[in-house]
Structure formats: C-alpha cells, structure tokens
Nanobody
Framework: QVQLIESGGGLVQTGGSLRLSCAAS????????MGWFRQAPGKEREFVAT????????YYADSVKGRFTISRDNAKNTVYLQMNSLKPEDTALYYC?????????WGQGTQVTVSS
C-alpha cells in the first residue's frame, strides 16, 4: 500500500532553516509528481510546492517562493522541502502528498514551529 512518511520538522527561530523529508513506498515513485502542503491551526490545508516526476518542473505558492525549494531523489524514493528564511506564519503541520492512479495520498504530517 502507498505510504508517505514525513520527517524533519521542529522548532526554529525566525530566519532559520529546516529540511523536511518524505519517504515514499508502495508505488513507483519515479513515475509521479509529488507535493507539499501545510495546515496551520484554524486554517484550511494549503498548497506549498510541487515537483514533477523527473524533478525538472517545480511550482511554489507565492508565500514561499524564493525561500523554499522542493527536490527529489528518485533513487531513494524521497522528496524534500528545504525551507529557509522561516517566518512565524510558516508555522503549520506539513504534509507530503501524491496522486497515484487517481487517488490522493497523504502522509501523517510533520510539525514546523517558527518562533518570533
């Protein structure tokens, strides 16, 4: 079965950096685009970034453009989110996601907290 396991979250000060990882299994990872989303308390889940199957195409939400970088290692079945210049408003539960054969799968999330 499809599994997505995020890691790398934590508590960081404003301006700091974190690198999130998402280890995927149960499907042919290199065939599918992958994405990162986040959900802050009391808010809806929102798109953060996505990367094509090859890694050649990426898209970002305007709120993170220039600060976050999504990448992937198809040999390791892992997608990453490098987050720099973090702000308090980046505080959220971060999820990775995959659309596999018409169904969306989510990980359990990893918490990112940015202190001011």
């Amino acid at each position: 079965q499809v599994q997505l396991i995020e890691s790398g979250g934590g508590l960081v000060q404003t301006g700091g950096s974190l690198r999130l990882s998402c280890a995927a299994s149960g499907f042919t990872f290199s065939n599918y685009a992958m994405g990162w989303f986040r959900q802050a308390p009391g808010k809806e889940r929102e798109f953060v970034a996505t990367i094509s199957w090859s890694g050649g195409t990426t898209y970002y939400a305007d709120s993170v453009k220039g600060r976050f970088t999504i990448s992937r290692d198809n040999a390791k079945n892992t997608v990453y989110l490098q987050m720099n210049s973090l702000k308090p408003e980046d505080t959220a539960l971060y999820y990775c996601a995959a659309d596999v054969l018409g169904r969306k799968y989510w990980g359990q999330g990893t918490q990112v907290t940015v202190s001011s």
